[in-house]
């Protein structure tokens, strides 16, 4: 767990320092509200993190289980029940975050992720503070449920991590993996296209780490071809708000 704490802060830090090439970039890149809400997302996130994923380590090694019939995988191999929870973390995390999009009070929360107007590692962790407990929950849920070990569930989590950080960087792969294999292998070009402005886009490409469930339920949009000029990233009108702002439209609203 405290593995997570210090790779949110060296990444979240790092992300917003590297574009740095004078002390007018410095002042922007540690005043910016985008490192404030990258830095308090990741705050939220970890804290709740540890304190619910203690708790469900608590309950399951007392043997207690939400599901009366589970599947207790903690018989399993360490390696079978890491693979069984990625794969199941990211089809609870791609229905989740569909959810995010189509509901009304959830899109509210999960804009601040997308009000960036250019990415860069530090988006992954640019969350509502509410958002981030939502998305925690399920996750808590699931190992419960399925009596993942708590040690399984934090190096997928590591993983995930990581690929999440990778996903909103501007990392490009090789055409030929981008443009033949991203329905499959998730690159940061695929979710690149669900950042960008529009409707059609932004409601394509959901899930970051399996990009097959996107495939199987006809989300998935191919990435742009490398060089393509004209896209632009972020919520129209919304770029640079902060989590407070965006907190105070959704009391006003609901």
Same mark, same amino acid.
């Given at each position: ?6 790779? $949110? ?10 574009? +740095? ?5 410095? /002042? ?6 985008n490192?404030? =809400? ?8 970890n804290v ?12 399951g ?7 009366? @019939? ?16 990625l794969?199941?973390? !990211? ?19 999960h /804009? ?5 107007g250019?990415?860069?590692?530090? +988006?992954?962790?640019?969350? @509502? ?21 708590? !040690? ?10 990581? =690929? ?11 055409? /030929?993996?981008?443009?033949?294999? $991203? ?7 695929? @979710?690149w296209? @669900? ?7 932004? =409601?394509?490409?959901?899930s ?6 996107? !495939? ?7 990435? /742009? ?6 896209? +632009? ?15 105070? !439209? ?5």
């Amino acid at each position: 767990m405290m593995a997570l704490w210090v790779v $949110s802060l060296v990444f979240v830090v790092e992300s917003r320092l590297w574009r +740095v090439r004078s002390l007018v970039h410095l /002042r922007q890149a540690v005043g910016g509200r985008n490192l404030t =809400n990258a830095l308090l997302g990741a705050l939220a996130f970890n804290v709740q993190a540890t304190a619910l994923w203690g708790w469900a380590w608590l309950q399951g090694s007392r043997g207690q289980a939400w599901l009366p @019939h589970g599947l207790n995988l903690s018989d399993q191999a360490w390696a079978a029940q890491w693979a069984f929870n990625l794969l199941g973390m !990211s089809f609870v995390g791609y229905w989740m975050h569909r959810l995010m999009h189509a509901w009304a009070p959830l899109w509210l929360l999960h /804009r601040v992720h997308h009000a960036d107007g250019e990415l860069s590692p530090s +988006v992954a962790y640019r969350h @509502h503070a509410l958002e981030a407990l939502i998305q925690v929950v399920p996750t808590v849920l699931w190992q419960v449920a399925f009596h993942v070990d708590a !040690s399984v569930l934090q190096g997928t989590a590591l993983c995930l991590l990581a =690929n999440s950080l990778l996903q909103h960087s501007a990392v490009r792969w090789p055409p /030929r993996v981008e443009q033949g294999w $991203s329905w499959l292998i998730p690159t940061p070009a695929c @979710h690149w296209v @669900h950042h960008e402005q529009g409707f059609e886009a932004s =409601n394509r490409n959901f899930s970051e780490h399996c990009p097959l469930w996107d !495939s199987l339920f006809g989300t998935y949009m191919a990435p /742009r071809p490398a060089g393509q000029s004209g896209l +632009v990233y972020g919520v129209p009108g919304m770029t640079g708000l902060n989590a407070v702002e965006l907190t105070e !439209s959704f009391v006003k609203r609901y």
